[in-house]
């Protein structure tokens, strides 16, 4: 395991999900949890994340499309953040969520918008009307 894909991933983790989230995933290892964590930093964070060819902002709503398909609300709540730190609209995260119902059906979209407003609401966020 590089050292250097840790720290590089460590970075776009922060960089993306915000320094709060990091800290509290960083804070919480024990010998359990850290091999996942340090996996995490190096593969998905280290490796992943850090590929030219898409945007990071293009990145998160890929990862928010997928989370809501696979009906994972609580790991779609901190990329919905994710989401938002890297650019993407409101428009876009809902846009991104709405598409998930054609192909991932209408109870995984529920459940995702519905993950998505809890998040929104604890960041003071609305679309107008």
Not at 8 to 34: C, I, W
Not at 59 to 67: E, H, V
Not at 86 to 96: F, H, M, Q
Request: a negative charge.
């Amino acid at each position: 395991m590089s050292e250097q894909d840790q720290l590089h991933g460590l970075q776009r983790r922060t960089e993306v999900m915000g320094e709060a989230f990091a800290q509290r995933a960083m804070s919480n290892l024990d010998a359990f949890n850290r091999p996942l964590q340090e996996w995490l930093n190096e593969h998905a964070w280290g490796s992943t994340w850090q590929r030219d060819g898409l945007a990071l902002k293009t990145r998160s709503l890929l990862t928010c499309a997928m989370l809501a398909a696979m009906g994972r609300s609580h790991e779609l709540k901190g990329h919905i953040r994710g989401a938002i730190n890297n650019g993407a609209s409101l428009i876009e995260i809902r846009e991104t969520l709405l598409h998930c119902a054609v192909y991932a059906g209408a109870p995984a979209a529920v459940e995702a918008f519905r993950a998505a407003r809890e998040v929104l609401d604890e960041l003071g966020l609305r679309l107008p009307e």
